[in-house]
Nanobody, 126 residues
Framework: QVQLVESGGGPVQSGGSLRLSCVVS????????LGWFRQAPGKEREGVAT???????SYAESVKGRFTISQDNVKNTLYLQMNNLKPDDTAMYHC????????????????????WGQGTQVTVSS
């Protein structure tokens, strides 16, 4: 059973940085995609970034140049380094694991995303 546990969120001022972590367990398919999506109250889910099994990464336009996704295969941990944070980045951030990256980056259909964690809250104040 796939389990994902996020941490690292919290309050931060505009322009600040945070690094989110996600411990991944139970993933047996080496071709899985890992990624992050976020959801703010009253807003739709929004994809943030993905990293495919070959190491290739993709980012939402809104975070390009500010966020970096990476993984440590030894620690089975996925990271999201977030720099130059803006109030619009305020949301619950979820890490996800699934067979494909596109449903994580465009998370319109929850059943296609795969598995995701409970999330960690990021609050950016101006």
């Amino acid at each position: 059973q796939v389990q994902l546990v996020e941490s690292g969120g919290g309050p931060v001022q505009s322009g600040g940085s945070l690094r989110l972590s996600c411990v991944v367990s139970g993933v047996t398919d080496s071709k899985n995609c890992l990624g992050w999506f976020r959801q703010a109250p009253g807003k739709e889910r929004e994809g943030v970034a993905t990293i495919d099994s070959d190491g290739s990464t993709s980012y939402a336009e809104s975070v390009k140049g500010r966020f970096t996704i990476s993984q440590d295969n030894v620690k089975n941990t996925l990271y999201l380094q977030m720099n130059n944070l803006k109030p619009d980045d305020t949301a619950m951030y979820h890490c996800a694991a699934g067979p494909l990256c596109s449903p994580i980056l465009v998370p319109r259909v929850p059943a296609l995303i795969g598995t995701w964690g409970q999330g960690t809250q990021v609050t950016v104040s101006s």
